[in-house]
């Protein structure tokens, strides 16, 4: 058995020292788990050279898969750390991303007033989802995030030998733990325990980190702009946790509304201990600091309108503060458990904050009110009485069966597509008295999704009418799709004048994108549909879909056709004085390629943020950004700052048309090649056999299912274990191919200009730049010698040769065309990336050959693979970073 590496002492140490030293560490602290649980196999987990044998696989997978979660939370602290010392020794504008760095880089002339406008317009959405790409159990997000804290701790300089070691003694045991939890479900989640899984990461970070936010954000622009700026929310949480019904029949009506109680109980339970300790803490005495007669009466009044407000006033005796303090608790202890006498309105919970916030400012207990009540109120303004807004999304493919059948009661239905559709549609919505359907004669999915619509409707008029979100329809293709949502709306009780109801679009595949302004330019035509858009302040929101557009038409092309589609929608709907909020479907960045955020951002298409920006962060992106609270703080500053920063604050240059003429070619020739490939005989064959994506199933990581309705086709599958697939057999091919085709016939047509024409784009074109580094981060992923032993898995070689040599020949000309428009060769660019891919790369490459066999057994009927195969999926997945 090797020696275990000695332990060494990571607080004499700066950056990278402190980092190897704290991995060095923690490999000593990993080694004496194995010692003690699976010592048969320290040395091959120790030393990737040697293979993995069989026999012990499992707990030889499960000791690697431990040591890839404990260098992502080595990573976290490290990136923490070097943020804090970057700021201690350069200031706060020298950290990238920071609200400081942002205003620093702002119009000099910009004046106060102007940024004030500018702030207000100032709102993000970040947007959790589970499916169903996160394999981590709740317990084991917990034992990450101790462990990580406990690194936090050691980074004090305080700590005596004896102290520091019982603290590493510490992350041993939390070590141990992982070992004897587990990571493999045994059982596929229910979704009350996904609905928990995404509650905990408020619980743990995202509740006290909008506080902190705020602070950032108030710290920057008192410095740039003076005190005394009003701050509003600039971060709205969104969560498809319970809503999301696509291609999921686990999702009901039910289940939305357990979704609703759960997340409305947590951030209630969250005020009411917030509450408590402030009127436990703030003892102030009118006896001896008296107050203004008008800041007094108001605080007594808080006091009278509780249901004991009587019984309050004679207690504590002077104790004004604490009188109204556990008067507030009291209705908020009231909204926990349902009776009457609670906030009608969390607006008026706000007022309340706000009253005792100018007392203690009145008295000059300004610092008292920065601890116990501004905090309170800054999660009240973001997070309401709901924690976060709960989307609903469906897909257009349920809606019109549904109201198809609810046309069949009295009749025949028209056909959906045709004119006799559409102006059924346009008829009933005018009609001021529509004849309700009797729910009794209709099917359970139509009446599943009727009273689905009424619970929004119930929602909207509840103490948060923010607690529901849009209607999101997913695979939306025509104006119809969407006036199908108007009408079911009314069906189940919303008004014929307007709906109180955010009907949103999902434009998915590469038609749908190029189809949108048409879309609106037809519903815009109804009025019923202008009406309810209209009441919106003007803007409209609308979804791309990233990994579906990618799945359909290649990873170029699918970048370009969404930079097109938002573009065209601003100018679309700009027309009819309305302007888009974009949300964009990708988990955990505003990029194809899951780019850094601010850089996605930036890359966006010149006035179309506008200062607004929704996007999904998914699976694991959600426990690597929001499960410690620094990380949340920093994510969330990153992303509220990528947008001030696209603020329209200063007059931007006009798009270089020859710039947009080269994009075009190149995106076509990008998508010529990739459907190309997807079109070739057999490739379905081909993806199923050289890939674990049947067996996928097995892993119990969501609720979800992996296809939508059953059917078996590239078409029906759902985009993310398309991209889950090609990440586990190393091809990537949803990160780069058609790229090197395309470069290499951009530059064959129009000869040297092209090389001058690619550079000058690569300098100065930030999406042409954007692609380029994604691409690159993909083919750094990417083993062709990986994915020819994959390969060896179809059966046919027909099927396999001329598929894995075209995929093979895209790859070397995907390598040449990068190093053509880089200079430099794969990874140089991205030393930190590189280091961690050569880091892991030998213990990646063992686990996909050990993977490989397991299938081969799994699939010629081998008895006892299950676990072992379920068991790789995950491990390569927690070393890759992703699963899709």
Same mark, same amino acid.
């Given at each position: 058995?090797?020696?275990?590496?000695?332990?060494?002492?990571?607080?004499?140490?700066?950056?990278?020292?402190?980092?190897?030293?704290?991995?060095?560490?923690?490999?000593?602290?990993?080694?004496?788990?194995?010692?003690?649980?699976?010592?048969?196999?320290?040395?091959?987990?120790?030393?990737?050279?040697?293979?993995?044998?069989?026999?012990?696989?499992?707990?030889?997978?499960?000791?690697?898969?431990?040591?890839? +979660?404990?260098?992502?939370?080595?990573?976290?602290?490290?990136?923490?750390?070097?943020?804090?010392?970057?700021?201690?020794?350069?200031?706060?504008?020298?950290?990238?991303?920071?609200?400081?760095?942002? /205003?620093?880089?702002?119009?000099?002339?910009?004046?106060?007033?102007?940024?004030?406008?500018?702030?207000?317009?100032?709102?993000?959405?970040?947007?959790?989802?589970?499916?169903?790409?996160?394999?981590? %159990?709740?317990?084991?997000?917990?034992?990450?995030?101790?462990?990580?804290?406990?690194?936090?701790?050691?980074?004090?300089? #305080?700590?005596?030998?004896?102290?520091?070691?019982?603290?590493?003694?510490?992350?041993?045991?939390?070590? =141990?733990?992982?070992?004897?939890?587990?990571?493999?479900?045994?059982?596929?989640?229910?979704?009350?325990?996904?609905?928990?899984?995404?509650?905990?990461?408020?619980? =743990?970070?995202?509740?006290?980190?909008?506080?902190?936010?705020?602070?950032?954000?108030?710290?920057?622009?008192?410095?740039?702009?003076?005190?005394?700026?009003?701050?509003?929310?600039?971060?709205?949480?969104?969560?498809?946790?319970?809503?999301?019904?696509?291609? @999921?029949?686990?999702?009901?009506?039910?289940?939305?509304?357990?979704?609703?109680?759960?997340?409305?109980?947590?951030?209630?339970?969250?005020?009411?201990?917030?509450?408590?300790?402030?009127?436990?803490?703030?003892?102030?005495?009118?006896?001896?600091?008296?107050?203004?007669?008008?800041?007094?009466?108001?605080?007594?009044?808080?006091?009278?309108?509780?249901?004991?407000?009587?019984?309050?006033?004679?207690?504590?005796?002077?104790?004004?503060? #604490?009188?109204?303090?556990?008067?507030?608790?009291?209705?908020?202890?009231?909204?926990?458990?349902?009776?009457?006498?609670?906030?009608?309105?969390?607006?008026?919970?706000?007022?309340?904050?706000?009253?005792?916030?100018?007392?203690?400012?009145?008295?000059?207990?300004?610092?008292?009110?920065?601890?116990?009540?501004?905090?309170?109120?800054?999660?009240?303004?973001?997070?309401?009485?709901?924690?976060?807004?709960?989307?609903?999304?469906? @897909?257009?493919?349920?809606?019109?069966?549904?109201?198809?059948?609810?046309?069949?009661?009295?009749?025949?239905?028209?056909?959906?597509?045709?004119?006799?559709?559409?102006?059924?549609?346009?008829?009933?919505? $005018?009609?001021?008295?529509?004849?309700?359907?009797?729910?009794?004669?209709?099917?359970?999915?139509?009446?599943?999704?009727?009273?689905?619509?009424?619970?929004?409707?119930?929602?909207?008029?509840?103490?948060?009418?923010?607690?529901?979100?849009?209607?999101?329809? $997913?695979?939306?293709?025509?104006?119809?799709?969407?006036?199908?949502?108007?009408?079911?709306?009314?069906?189940?009780?919303?008004?014929?004048?307007?709906?109180?109801?955010?009907?949103?679009?999902?434009?998915?595949?590469?038609?749908?994108?190029?189809?949108?302004?048409?879309?609106?330019?037809?519903?815009?035509?109804?009025?019923?549909?202008?009406?309810? /858009?209209?009441?919106?302040?003007?803007?409209?929101?609308?979804?791309?879909?990233?990994?579906?557009?990618?799945?359909?038409?290649?990873?170029?092309?699918?970048?370009?056709?969404?930079?097109?589609?938002?573009?065209?929608?601003?100018?679309?709907?700009?027309?009819?004085?309305? %302007?888009?909020?974009?949300?964009?479907?990708?988990?955990?960045?505003?990029?194809?390629?899951?780019?850094?955020?601010?850089?996605?951002?930036?890359?966006?298409?010149?006035?179309?943020?506008?200062?607004?920006?929704?996007?999904?962060?998914?699976?694991?992106?959600?426990?690597?950004?929001?499960?410690?609270?620094?990380?949340?703080?920093?994510?969330?500053?990153?992303?509220? $700052?990528?947008?001030? $920063?696209?603020?329209?604050?200063?007059?931007?240059?006009?798009?270089?048309?020859?710039?947009?003429?080269?994009?075009?070619?190149?995106?076509?020739?990008?998508?010529?090649?990739?459907?190309?490939?997807?079109?070739?005989?057999?490739?379905? =064959?081909?993806? +199923?056999?050289?890939?674990?994506?049947?067996?996928?199933?097995?892993?119990?990581?969501?609720?979800?299912?992996?296809?939508?309705?059953?059917?078996?086709?590239?078409?029906?599958?759902?985009?993310?274990?398309?991209?889950?697939?090609?990440?586990? @057999?190393?091809?990537?091919?949803?990160?780069?191919?058609?790229?090197?085709?395309?470069?290499?016939?951009?530059?064959?047509?129009?000869?040297?200009?092209?090389?001058?024409?690619?550079?000058?784009?690569?300098?100065?074109?930030?999406?042409?730049?954007?692609?380029?580094?994604?691409?690159?981060?993909?083919?750094?992923?990417?083993?062709?010698?990986?994915?020819?032993?994959?390969?060896?898995?179809?059966?046919?070689?027909?099927?396999?040769?001329?598929?894995?040599?075209?995929?093979?020949?895209?790859?070397?000309?995907?390598?040449?065309?990068?190093?053509?428009?880089?200079?430099?060769?794969?990874?140089?660019?991205?030393?930190?990336?590189?280091?961690?891919?050569?880091?892991?790369?030998?213990?990646?490459?063992?686990? @996909?050959?050990?993977?490989?066999?397991?299938?081969? +057994?799994?699939?010629?009927?081998?008895?006892?693979?299950?676990?072992?195969?379920?068991?790789?999926?995950?491990?390569?997945?927690?070393?890759?970073?992703?699963?899709?």
């Amino acid at each position: 058995m090797p020696a275990a590496p000695h332990l060494t002492n990571p607080a004499a140490d700066e950056g990278d020292d402190y980092t190897a030293s704290l991995r060095a560490d923690l490999r000593h602290l990993w080694a004496n788990v194995i010692q003690r649980r699976a010592p048969e196999v320290l040395e091959a987990a120790l030393s990737p050279a040697i293979p993995l044998p069989e026999e012990a696989a499992v707990p030889l997978m499960q000791a690697v898969n431990i040591w890839f +979660q404990l260098t992502r939370i080595i990573d976290e602290n490290s990136a923490m750390r070097a943020r804090r010392l970057v700021e201690a020794t350069e200031g706060p504008e020298a950290v990238e991303g920071s609200f400081a760095a942002a /205003l620093t880089a702002l119009d000099p002339d910009m004046t106060r007033e102007d940024f004030a406008q500018l702030s207000a317009r100032l709102s993000v959405g970040p947007t959790l989802t589970a499916h169903p790409t996160e394999a981590k %159990r709740v317990t084991v997000l917990e034992i990450h995030r101790r462990i990580y804290r406990l690194l936090v701790s050691l980074e004090t300089q #305080r700590w005596t030998p004896r102290e520091r070691d019982d603290i590493l003694a510490d992350v041993e045991s939390e070590i =141990d733990l992982l070992w004897m939890t587990g990571e493999l479900r045994i059982e596929r989640p229910r979704l009350a325990d996904e609905i928990e899984w995404g509650l905990q990461f408020f619980r =743990d970070a995202l509740y006290d980190a909008v506080p902190q936010l705020f602070d950032r954000f108030t710290a920057a622009t008192s410095d740039r702009f003076g005190e005394g700026l009003a701050i509003t929310p600039c971060v709205r949480f969104h969560s498809w946790i319970g809503g999301d019904r696509d291609g @999921n029949p686990n999702v009901t009506t039910a289940t939305t509304r357990d979704a609703l109680d759960r997340s409305r109980r947590a951030i209630l339970a969250r005020y009411l201990d917030a509450v408590i300790t402030a009127a436990a803490r703030i003892s102030i005495t009118a006896r001896i600091t008296p107050l203004p007669a008008d800041c007094e009466a108001r605080i007594k009044a808080i006091t009278a309108r509780s249901p004991r407000g009587a019984d309050l006033a004679t207690r504590n005796p002077g104790e004004i503060f #604490r009188q109204a303090l556990t008067a507030i608790a009291d209705r908020l202890r009231v909204l926990l458990e349902g009776g009457a006498g609670g906030y009608p309105a969390v607006s008026q919970f706000i007022a309340d904050l706000r009253v005792l916030e100018d007392g203690l400012h009145s008295i000059n207990a300004a610092r008292l009110a920065a601890r116990y009540l501004t905090p309170l109120r800054w999660q009240a303004q973001v997070f309401g009485f709901r924690t976060h807004t709960l989307d609903i999304r469906q @897909n257009s493919t349920v809606t019109t069966a549904v109201l198809s059948e609810l046309w069949s009661l009295t009749g025949p239905a028209p056909a959906y597509g045709t004119p006799g559709w559409s102006r059924r549609l346009r008829e009933d919505l $005018s009609r001021p008295d529509l004849t309700h359907a009797d729910r009794a004669r209709l099917t359970p999915e139509a009446q599943e999704l009727l009273a689905l619509l009424a619970l929004i409707r119930e929602a909207r008029i509840s103490e948060d009418p923010e607690a529901i979100g849009p209607f999101i329809l $997913s695979m939306t293709r025509t104006a119809d799709d969407l006036l199908a949502i108007y009408l079911l709306a009314r069906h189940a009780g919303f008004g014929a004048e307007k709906l109180d109801l955010q009907v949103v679009p999902l434009f998915e595949t590469i038609d749908d994108l190029r189809r949108a302004p048409e879309v609106f330019d037809a519903l815009l035509q109804v009025p019923l549909a202008e009406r309810s /858009l209209r009441s919106r302040d003007g803007t409209v929101e609308v979804m791309l879909g990233y990994s579906d557009s990618n799945k359909d038409g290649g990873f170029l092309c699918s970048t370009w056709e969404l930079d097109k589609a938002q573009r065209r929608l601003t100018q679309s709907l700009a027309r009819h004085r309305l %302007r888009p909020v974009f949300f964009h479907g990708r988990g955990g960045s505003g990029s194809p390629g899951g780019a850094p955020t601010g850089r996605a951002i930036a890359a966006q298409p010149v006035g179309t943020v506008q200062g607004r920006l929704r996007i999904t962060e998914q699976g694991e992106v959600v426990s690597s950004k929001y499960a410690n609270r620094g990380t949340a703080v920093g994510n969330l500053e990153l992303l509220a $700052s990528s947008v001030l $920063s696209h603020l329209p604050v200063r007059v931007q240059p006009a798009a270089d048309p020859e710039h947009i003429d080269a994009l075009e070619a190149l995106a076509g020739l990008s998508q010529t090649a990739y459907v190309g490939l997807l079109g070739m005989p057999g490739f379905l =064959d081909y993806f +199923q056999q050289a890939s674990p994506v049947e067996e996928l199933a097995m892993l119990k990581i969501g609720s979800r299912p992996a296809r939508r309705f059953g059917a078996r086709s590239l078409g029906d599958l759902r985009a993310i274990p398309w991209v889950f697939a090609w990440s586990q @057999n190393r091809h990537m091919i949803t990160g780069w191919y058609g790229f090197g085709s395309a470069l290499r016939a951009f530059r064959q047509v129009r000869g040297p200009a092209a090389d001058r024409m690619l550079a000058d784009m690569f300098t100065r074109h930030p999406l042409f730049r954007l692609m380029v580094d994604e691409v690159e981060k993909s083919l750094m992923l990417t083993d062709m010698d990986i994915a020819e032993a994959y390969a060896g898995l179809v059966t046919d070689p027909a099927v396999r040769t001329p598929i894995l040599s075209r995929i093979q020949a895209e790859h070397s000309a995907a390598l040449a065309s990068l190093r053509d428009i880089t200079g430099t060769a794969l990874g140089l660019r991205f030393p930190k990336m590189q280091a961690r891919c050569e880091d892991l790369r030998p213990q990646l490459d063992r686990l @996909n050959r050990l993977q490989i066999s397991l299938l081969r +057994q799994s699939r010629t009927g081998a008895s006892g693979t299950t676990v072992p195969l379920m068991q790789s999926m995950t491990c390569i997945a927690s070393g890759l970073g992703w699963t899709g």
